[in-house]
């Protein structure tokens, strides 16, 4: 590793301690913001484009052998689809990391730019087209969705903020329990768990009832927040890089 390698490492190391000490902390609350908006995504594909999550891809695998199964009515292409879009958003995203490593404002700016530019893509679809579950149109907004989801989560993997992967939540609740003081243990990150936990809950509740309206909404809202999150951290980042 070369000594600018391994000082461009140093310093990304302590930018993620530090959002994992203190939920206040500009990187820790755009990552909360993030985790907002899976929920309002994956409710959109679960309630809206049928059972399938273009973020949760531990439930897709589950669904699809469901699927193959023949069991409960669940698809097999739209999980199929959902996998490997994000397989391909998530290789285009290690792409991305590797690239600019070293220059993290720069990173989180343009995969951002790409993730609101994808989900806001799907949500035009959702205002010009008929969508449909089963159908091309449907399809289409999924692999959209799913394509985001993969770029971010391989970003968010390399900034490595503990407890918040923004998609998934099975470790974050593992740490509620396994560290809780009603277990033995110290109950550090507690806040910051629950905080990721509560994020992804509220924006699965406010999704859920925007699908009821439109699959424009959620997925507008999405975009919009998605935008405003990168807005507001990234000149905050640059000062502090």
Same mark, same amino acid.
């Given at each position: 590793?070369?000594?600018?390698?391994?000082?461009?490492?140093?310093?990304? %190391?302590?930018?993620?301690?530090?959002?994992?000490?203190?939920?206040?902390?500009?990187?820790?609350?755009?990552?909360?913001?993030?985790?907002? !908006? !899976?929920?309002?995504?994956?409710?959109?594909?679960?309630? #809206?484009?049928?059972?399938?999550?273009?973020?949760?891809?531990? =439930?897709?695998?589950?669904?699809?052998?469901? =699927?193959?199964?023949?069991?409960?009515?669940?698809?097999?292409?739209?999980?199929?689809?959902?996998?490997?879009?994000?397989?391909?958003?998530? =290789?285009?995203?290690?792409? $991305?990391? *590797?690239?600019?490593?070293?220059?993290?404002?720069?990173?989180?700016?343009?995969?951002?730019?790409?993730?609101?530019?994808?989900?806001?893509?799907?949500?035009?679809?959702? #205002?010009?087209?008929?969508? &449909?579950?089963?159908?091309?149109?449907?399809?289409?907004?999924?692999? /959209?969705?799913? $394509?985001?989801?993969? /770029?971010?989560?391989?970003?968010?993997? *390399?900034?490595?903020?503990?407890?918040?992967?923004?998609?998934?939540?099975?470790?974050?609740? !593992? #740490?509620?329990?396994?560290?809780?003081?009603?277990?033995?243990?110290?109950?550090? =990150?507690?806040? &910051?768990?629950?905080?990721?936990?509560?994020?992804?809950?509220?924006?699965?509740?406010?999704?859920? /009832?925007?699908?009821?309206?439109?699959?424009?909404?959620?997925?507008?809202?999405?975009? !919009?927040?998605?935008?405003?999150?990168?807005?507001?951290?990234?000149?905050?980042?640059? &000062? %502090?890089?």
């Amino acid at each position: 590793m070369s000594v600018s390698a391994a000082v461009a490492g140093a310093a990304q %190391e302590s930018l993620s301690e530090r959002a994992a000490r203190s939920i206040k902390h500009p990187l820790a609350r755009t990552l909360l913001v993030l985790t907002f !908006t !899976t929920g309002l995504v994956d409710a959109t594909s679960y309630l #809206g484009l049928g059972h399938v999550f273009v973020a949760n891809m531990t =439930g897709n695998i589950v669904f699809l052998a469901f =699927g193959i199964a023949g069991s409960g009515g669940l698809p097999v292409i739209a999980p199929l689809i959902s996998l490997g879009a994000f397989l391909v958003g998530a =290789g285009a995203g290690g792409i $991305l990391a *590797r690239k600019m490593a070293d220059r993290h404002p720069r990173h989180l700016a343009w995969a951002l730019a790409i993730e609101v530019s994808l989900i806001a893509a799907a949500a035009v679809a959702a #205002g010009v087209i008929h969508i &449909r579950r089963d159908a091309v149109s449907g399809d289409a907004v999924i692999a /959209l969705l799913a $394509l985001a989801m993969g /770029l971010r989560s391989a970003t968010i993997r *390399r900034i490595g903020v503990a407890d918040l992967t923004t998609t998934v939540l099975t470790m974050t609740l !593992t #740490g509620i329990a396994a560290d809780s003081p009603l277990f033995g243990g110290t109950g550090k =990150g507690s806040t &910051r768990r629950t905080s990721a936990v509560l994020g992804m809950f509220a924006g699965a509740l406010v999704g859920a /009832l925007l699908v009821k309206t439109s699959l424009i909404l959620p997925l507008a809202a999405a975009a !919009t927040m998605a935008l405003a999150a990168a807005l507001l951290y990234i000149p905050a980042a640059r &000062r %502090e890089a």
